[in-house]
């Protein structure tokens, strides 16, 4: 396989045809996970007043189990993550392509190709297709690490409340032993 004239024309046209659907893909992924988002968010806010107000085994068992809920999140996640970092391979190798079918264009064109305007279009052209791939990509890659610095911040708070709830779930047990009489059921 070698570089011609018509295959690189080719692949400067198809490949930001491509580009452009999965950036309008990437777009819907991410009106998909941003709800989502708000939902697990919900979801350990409810664990951590659960566990905050849990007074007895009962409401502690409660509080644990709204807890475990929340941390159920990858089953519904991995799907669009997994649809996202696949959406950034292919992009990234679209704009790769687009962009060597252009230099390559831009270098061997025509015998009157004036390699000024031609190198002033190869430069427009990659940084709109970098700025318009890298944009979406971090706004993507900001609501995620958000939500995962939510995800840690909300399970140390957890961990926390857990271990003043069994103190206050076990205290009056230790408190009656102590005094003599039998635990409470």
């Known amino acids: 396989m070698r570089m011609t004239e018509s295959f690189a024309s080719t692949a400067a046209a198809l490949a930001p045809v491509l580009w452009a659907i999965g950036t309008i893909e990437m777009q819907q992924i991410r009106k998909h996970v941003l ?4 939902e697990q968010r919900r979801q350990y806010s409810e664990a951590v007043v659960a566990m905050s107000e849990a007074s007895d085994e009962e409401s502690w068992d409660q509080a644990r189990g709204r807890w ?13 993550f997994g649809l996202y970092f696949l959406w950034a391979y292919l992009s990234i190798g679209m704009v790769m392509c687009t962009v060597t079918a252009l230099r390559w264009l831009s270098e061997n064109g025509g015998g009157g190709a004036d390699p000024g305007k031609a190198q002033f279009i190869y430069w427009s052209l990659a940084s709109a ?6 944009v979406p990509m971090w706004f993507v890659w900001r609501d995620l690490e ?3 610095k939510y995800v840690r911040r909300s399970g140390k708070v957890l961990v926390d409340l857990e271990a003043q709830v069994r103190a206050r779930v076990e205290a009056p047990h230790t408190t009656n032993s102590v005094s003599g009489d039998p635990p409470r059921s």
Not at 68 to 80: H, S
Request: net charge positive; charged share 20%.
């Open 129 to 134: 297709f970098l700025f318009i791939t890298l």
């Open 68 to 80: 475990a809920l929340a941390q159920r999140w990858w089953r519904e996640a991995l799907p669009p």
């Open 35 to 38: 709800p989502w988002i708000e």
């Open 146 to 148: 958000g939500w995962r």
